[in-house]
């Protein structure tokens, strides 16, 4: 140490700051070091505890980048319900069934995703056409005639038709494939009681003609025994999320709707805003399936408006071309819509009034098809 210091009185000014300077860059470059080393280290505990993935992997894209529910397909569901079942791709079939007083209640009419209820006489009598896609019940009845309007229904959907006879109109359009009114729509595949005897049955506690039945498990097997296609081509009614439905029924209350068909043909529905369904009462007696004493409900009401007119004094003419107005209930809500259908062969879509298809809720449809001056009532409670 001594010697150092009197090196360094040796040294003039000039030097002593040369060394200084040299002594305090080593430092810095020393400390440089340390620091840049300390860095390493960490990074490479930090990515050695730490598992890097591809970031599809752990991220969950749904909720970074959220899909519209109600936009997204929903598969493997029955074009009429919305509900799942393994026959959601099957051949939808359906079915002719009487209205009249002394042929209720009807069996298997639970069953049916779709059902129309329209006049085969103005202002009067009304008859029903099921559309059966996920259950097939083995009693389905009573089975009645077919007219050529539900034919026209029948095109749209794609169905196998299941009637006990029908008007000349209508058989003679099954038979040929032409319309009435001269348009070639092309044959239907139909399963008629009148020349097919193994779907169909007479049951003793029904006055004859309404003692009709059939077996839609055989009439699968009749429609195949035929060479018919049985893989449905209908693309499907669009249907609301059950988010959708929960969010449209709350603050729903209890109501009743009123459809004005006439006599005994008259029908009230009593909407139940705890089960969200519209209960069936046929001139004014609740309505039940004779097979499983089920209730009839409908998750969603259309009541379309058309005028008809007699033909040959005893058939009907129903106009269901084109489009109309319409009312549709559904989730305890009165919807003011419009329906439509491109000509014979169109299938009858449900539109609001802009113009974008309604979605309807999962379950039962029943299309209410009356006159424009027949009423309609809905009244909440």
């Given amino acids: 140490m001594n010697e150092l210091k009197k090196r360094w009185s040796t040294l003039s000014k000039k030097e002593k700051n040369i060394v200084i300077g ?46 519209d529910e109600e936009e997204t397909e929903i598969k493997e569901v029955s074009p009429f319900s919305g509900n799942k079942c393994e026959r959601y791709n099957a051949r939808p079939i359906a079915v002719m069934m009487a209205g009249d007083e002394i042929a209720r209640p009807l069996s298997g009419l639970s069953k049916a995703e779709f059902v129309v209820e329209m006049p085969v006489i103005t202002g009067s ?20 005639s077919s007219r050529h309007d539900y034919i026209s229904l029948v095109r749209g959907w794609d169905t196998i038709f299941v009637h006990w006879g029908g008007s000349h109109f209508a058989l003679d ?3 040929t494939g032409i319309r009435y009114t001269g348009e070639n729509l092309g044959k239907v595949d139909s399963i008629d009681a009148l020349t097919t005897s193994g779907p169909f049955f007479r049951q003793n506690f029904v006055a004859a003609p309404h003692n009709g039945f059939a077996s839609l498990p055989k ?14 081509k209908f693309e499907g009614y669009k249907f609301q999320s059950d988010r ?15 459809v004005g068909f006439g006599g005994v043909f008259k029908t ?47 058939y009907n003419s129903v106009n269901i071309y084109g489009e109309g107005e319409a009312k549709i209930f559904q989730n305890g809500k009165e919807i003011n819509a419009k329906w ?21 809720v999962k379950g039962q449809t029943f299309i209410e098809i009356i006159e424009p001056y027949q009423s309609l ?5």
């Fill in 22 to 67: 040299i002594i305090v860059g080593i430092l810095i470059l020393i400390s440089s070091g340390i620091a840049f080393a300390l860095t390493y280290k960490s990074d490479q505990v930090d990515k050695k505890d730490s598992k890097v993935e591809p970031v599809t992997d752990k991220i969950d894209l749904n909720r970074v980048f959220p899909v």
């Fill in 125 to 144: 009598v009304t008859r029903l056409m099921g559309i059966f896609v996920c259950d097939t019940p083995d009693e389905v009845g009573s089975i009645r």
């Fill in 173 to 175: 359009e099954i038979k």
């Fill in 219 to 232: 009439v699968i097997e009749s429609a195949k025994q035929k060479g018919y296609n049985m893989e449905g």
């Fill in 244 to 258: 959708m439905t929960d969010q449209e029924k709350e603050n729903s209350v209890d109501g009743v709707l009123e």
């Fill in 268 to 314: 009230k529905w009593e909407y139940s805003s705890d089960k969200n369904k519209y209960i069936r009462y046929w001139n004014n007696e609740k309505d039940s399936d004779r097979i499983n004493n089920e209730e009839i409900k409908a998750s969603n009401i259309v009541v379309m408006r058309a005028f008809s007119e007699q033909i040959e004094g005893q």
């Fill in 340 to 360: 439509k259908k491109d000509g014979f062969k169109g299938a009858l879509k449900f539109f609001d009034m802009e113009n974008n298809e309604i979605r309807l």
């Fill in 377 to 381: 009532i809905w009244n909440t409670k």
